[in-house]
């Protein structure tokens, strides 16, 4: 069996998109809803609507992507709206409302607002977006996390995850679990993309994407080491109670069974899925199973955060 669970919710299969890949209207949302994916997330909604950054903002590169989008999506109210409706459709199909701050003062408005519906599921804040010109990720910001985190609280009770971004020094792990243990979240989310890479057109010398003079999000395989330390790393130091959902550099089902062996109880898919489309999930559940069983494991509890080291 393919069955976990993040918080109270159960779900059929450890497998889903990652916010911004397939989920910027209603339909790509349906359609997700319906694929083999064990469930989805929308695109992180803003208190008003955004175009995003000029284009071209996303480039296919060897090993992965780079993107610039800039928070382009419908507004906070749209997703709301959707995840209102399709709830009520679905009551047993458990999902994700992804939000992001263009202020820290939005999060707790945003928060009010999905306290204020009717909406039961998990809401995930993005506090980790690499492009938008001028804000700064918040989660490289401790205190600032800190203050955010302590707001958000005050006002909403539902179930709350954290995107974050990678880190690369133990001492920042130590610094934002010690934070994280402190609230009362079901989950974090690790990684977003590596933030303010640069790719090179060598025929023309010119940068991929336009926005920000060519710096962008890099994901796909180069995230991958990353992102396996990165679970690994919060594992080993927020409360048992709090999930992982482990994002970055999934290709292929062993990438995921890794993932889930460094402690991730859900893993998101982002550049493969803008690659490879909805088919993903399938060939990736196939060979999902193929890891398992060359492992000798029949669940993911089996071998869930159990990796060697020597
Ligand atoms: C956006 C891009 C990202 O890579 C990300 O992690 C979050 C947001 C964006 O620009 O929309």
């Not at 450890?14 to 694929?35: F, K, Y």
């Not at 482990?246 to 898919?269: F, H, P």
Request: glycine residues 10%; negative net charge; hydrophobic residues 40%.
């Amino acid at each position: 069996t393919l069955t976990t669970h993040i918080g109270s919710f159960e779900f059929a299969n450890p497998i889903m998109n990652a916010s911004g890949v397939h989920c910027l209207s209603a339909q790509d949302l349906d359609e997700l809803a319906a694929s083999a994916a064990g469930s989805f997330i929308t695109k992180s909604g803003t208190l008003e609507a955004r175009v995003g950054n000029p284009a071209p903002r996303y480039a296919t590169l060897p090993y992965g992507s780079i993107n610039s989008m800039g928070l382009p999506n419908k507004g906070l109210d749209y997703y709301i709206q959707y995840a209102e409706k399709f709830q009520a459709a679905h009551p047993d199909q458990p999902f994700f409302l992804s939000v992001a701050g263009m202020a820290p003062s939005d999060y707790v408005t945003m928060a009010k607002q999905i306290q204020a519906s009717s909406f039961t599921g998990l809401t995930e804040f993005n506090l980790s977006c690499p492009n938008v010109p001028g804000k700064p990720q918040v989660a490289y910001d401790v205190e600032a996390t800190e203050q955010i985190l302590t707001e958000l609280f005050k006002v909403f009770n539902k179930p709350a995850g954290i995107k974050l971004p990678p880190y690369f020094d133990l001492a920042q792990f130590d610094a934002m679990a010690a934070v994280l243990n402190r609230f009362p979240i079901t989950y974090i989310n690790s990684i977003n993309s590596l933030g303010n890479g640069l790719m090179i057109d060598p025929a023309t010398d010119t940068t991929l994407v336009r926005p920000k003079g060519g710096f962008g999000g890099i994901g796909g395989a180069y995230a991958k080491p990353i992102a396996l330390a990165n679970v690994r790393a919060f594992r080993e130091r927020l409360r048992p109670e709090i999930s992982i959902v482990g994002t970055g550099g999934v290709r292929n089902g062993r990438d995921v069974y890794e993932l889930i062996l460094c402690g991730a109880s859900m893993v998101q898919v982002a550049t493969t899925l803008q690659e490879e489309g909805l088919g993903v999930f399938p060939r990736l559940l196939a060979e999902l199973q193929v890891a398992m069983a060359e492992n000798g494991h029949t669940s993911l509890t089996d071998f869930q955060g159990q990796l060697h080291t020597i």
